[in-house]
């Protein structure tokens, strides 16, 4: 069973530029969730992709957008950057049961750092 | 709207002995699952125990137990025999029905270190 696997592992960026982080989803696995982690913080939820169309989103502006792909994969697109957008993005894939018990599993994320 | 209260912020516990992390929510769900997750220093994070609202029984995994109180709406792990490995953060977390349970809510987290 493969696990979930994001890259690149670390990326410096600087203000106003954009970038695109990648993941891959545990094997069966057919709904993908991005969070945020900034320091010190735990995670925020930002979106959910589910038969590649988003269908759940949080408290986060349109800059940041993502695609799902046929195979379940996912790409997390942030626009515009800010020094606020410095953090451990987090991707997380499900088998989606539309109940309480849909459990996430998380790949080890992407360090993004904003100059 | 969710809320997920962890308020400590730093614990130290002995090898071998027994641990709790508290976790207090907030939700107007009537149907809601809480989960705790460790996240290591490599930053993944780990599923390690889920309770359901409507299970009435507090659910066990191995060394890890949540201690289930609905009516305080409290959600505490239990780690019991401490292994230096659980040195972690460890976050409380929910999905609720409002939004469809598309969502998790995190709280800020509890830094365990597990001293031999």
């Known amino acids: 069973e493969t696990g979930v696997t994001q890259s690149p592992t670390h990326l410096i960026k600087t203000r106003g530029q954009q970038v695109t982080l990648r993941c891959s989803s545990q094997s069966g696995h057919n709904t993908v969730s991005w969070y945020q982690q900034a320091l010190g913080q735990g995670p925020q939820f930002i979106f959910q992709?589910?038969?590649?169309?988003?269908?759940g989103r949080g408290n986060f502006p349109p800059r940041f957008s993502g695609l799902q792909f046929p195979n379940y994969s996912s790409e997390l697109n942030v626009n515009a950057l800010e020094l606020d957008d410095s953090a451990l993005y987090l991707c997380?894939?499900?088998?989606?049961?539309?109940?309480?018990?849909?459990?996430?599993?998380f790949g080890s994320g992407t360090q993004l750092s904003v100059l | 709207a969710q809320k997920i209260t962890q308020t400590q912020p730093g614990m130290f516990v002995q090898e071998k002995e027994a641990v709790t992390l508290d976790c207090t929510y907030d939700t107007s769900d009537q149907s809601y699952g809480l989960f705790w997750y460790k996240q290591p220093s490599s930053g993944e994070m780990i599923f390690l125990i889920y309770?359901?609202?409507?299970?009435?029984q507090n659910a066990t995994e191995g060394r890890y137990s949540l201690n289930f109180q609905k009516a305080r709406k409290s959600a505490n792990l239990v780690i019991s025999a401490s292994q230096l490995g659980d040195s972690a953060m460890y976050f409380c977390a929910m999905r609720g029905s409002l939004g469809g349970y598309q969502k998790v809510t995190f709280g800020i987290g509890t830094k365990l270190q597990v001293i031999p």
């Open positions: 309770q359901g609202s409507y299970d009435e």
């Open positions: 992709y589910y038969r590649e169309e988003e269908n």
């Open positions: 997380a894939s499900s088998l989606r049961s539309g109940q309480a018990n849909e459990k996430l599993f």
